[in-house]
């Protein structure tokens, strides 16, 4: 059991001592206090919804002060493992804020100052060398820190130079291979790297909201583009079957915005652009971080008329029971089971269990990163219909998009 039941005056923990444990106070009072030359000099106090003895924690050190109850008190252990599994988990800039802040409050407490600390103009000398709380493991957080900081200053620098180009991948029926729609794929034309592929930046965007920007950037791009493509596709309808859709990546930060359903249907109803041809593709992922703001985000875009796919389908913890729940028009099988389906049987069970359970649903499936002319067989054969890859094309900007399209 993690409650722990004290009455006023019992210790909970002592100075110096090693800390296996932080404790959550429901309810209650302790103070936290330090001996010195016999007598108990006070640090502060904590009430319930506070916790104690965290420091000792957080950084691995003793215990830089004493506790006890001063009134009766329900407490629930906190243990180390706790603690730093979600540390761990944390973005590294704030860990660095942790580190710094940690030598502060150890600085702080670590009473009386040794000698020699107070200079002679009345300044009080920190107790610890400028660096000293910078352990290996901080250094590679701080690492981490300045790629992080350096790529989301170049990502914003990008958003105000427009450098973000959108190429589009063609999809296409499985049966016939006539063209089925795009997926637009973000690109980034560095000035001095050259083009740069979303793996590089897209997580960076992700982790710093930056990715908001950039989807609303991709959205009035497609405004711009999709009736390019329209009369592109018009000058060659043999080539088309139906009318053409146009996919786009969309982000859980973008889904947690409750103006995402109307900023897109804003731009659909400014360029004319029927709701019907634009699927935002969307991962399981994504959808399982906030399931409640995303299936309120994608049922209003649904209402709207747009498609919805969920993307790398079968590698994220699906949960089945999202299936249902949520408003989807589209399964993504990913490449990864595409690959190998020739020469792995597992791959092509996924495959075909993907395709049952999409049938039971009634939404079609499309297969991406098809390579190979067999693979192509293999899936229209078992009724996949849609398919994605270099097999049918790579992603290409639009100006080489709308050449093909025409041709
Ligand atoms: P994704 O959504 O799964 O996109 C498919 C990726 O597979 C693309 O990589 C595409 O170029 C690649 N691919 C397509 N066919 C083949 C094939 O036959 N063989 C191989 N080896 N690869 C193929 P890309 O363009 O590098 O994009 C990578 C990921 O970046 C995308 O994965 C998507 O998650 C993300 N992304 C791209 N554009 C955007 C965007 O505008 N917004 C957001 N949020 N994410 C984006
Ligand atoms: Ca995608
Ligand atoms: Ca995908
Ligand atoms: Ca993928």
């Not at 973000?186 to 710093?208: D, Q, T």
């Amino acid at each position: 059991n993690a409650y722990v039941t004290l009455s006023a005056g019992a210790a909970i923990f002592e100075e110096g001592e090693p800390g296996a444990f932080a404790y959550l106070i429901v309810a209650g009072r302790a103070a936290l206090f330090l001996r010195r030359d016999g007598v108990e000099v006070s640090v502060a106090e904590r009430a319930a919804g506070e916790i104690v003895g965290e420091m000792a924690l957080l950084d691995a050190g003793p215990r830089s002060a004493s506790a006890r109850a001063i009134e009766d008190c329900i407490l629930v252990s906190v243990s180390e493992e706790q603690i730093r599994h979600r540390l761990h988990n944390a973005d590294p800039i704030l860990r660095l804020c942790f580190g710094v802040i940690m030598a502060c409050c150890r600085d702080a407490v670590a009473l009386p100052r040794p000698n020699g600390t107070v200079a002679p103009n009345g300044t009080v000398a920190p107790t610890r060398a400028a660096g000293a709380h910078f352990t290996p493991s901080l250094k590679a957080d701080f690492e981490a820190s300045i790629d992080a900081m350096m790529t989301e200053r170049a990502l914003r620098l990008a958003l105000n130079r427009n450098e973000f180009e959108l190429y589009l991948q063609p999809i296409v029926h499985l049966g016939t291979e006539a063209l089925a729609g795009f997926e637009a794929l973000i690109r980034w034309r560095h000035p001095e790297k050259g083009l740069v592929h979303p793996m590089a930046f897209i997580p960076v965007a992700e982790a710093s909201e930056l990715i908001v920007e950039i989807t609303q950037w991709v959205v009035s791009e497609v405004g711009r583009i999709m009736p390019e493509i329209m009369r592109a596709a018009l000058q060659n309808p043999a080539a088309t079957d139906g009318p053409l859709f146009l996919s786009i990546n969309v982000s859980g930060h973008d889904l947690a915005r409750a103006s995402f359903p109307e900023m897109v249907g804003e731009m659909l109803r400014s360029t004319g652009i029927a709701p019907s041809t634009l699927k935002l593709e969307i991962t399981e992922t994504t959808v399982m971080r906030d399931p409640v703001g995303a299936t309120e985000a994608l049922s209003q875009c649904r209402e709207a008329g747009m498609g919805v796919a969920i993307d790398d389908f079968g590698t994220g913890y699906s949960s089945l029971s999202y299936l249902s729940k949520l408003p989807i028009t589209t399964l993504k099988v990913d490449r990864e089971f595409v690959r190998a389906m020739l020469t792995t049987p597992s791959n092509r069970k996924i495959i075909q269990t993907i395709l049952r359970l999409a049938d039971e649903i009634g939404i079609p499936v499309v297969a991406e990163g098809i390579e190979e002319p067999a693979e192509a067989d293999a899936l229209a054969e078992m009724g996949c219909a849609y398919g994605q890859g270099y097999r049918f094309g790579r992603p290409v900007p639009l100006a080489e998009t709308l050449a093909l399209t025409k041709a």
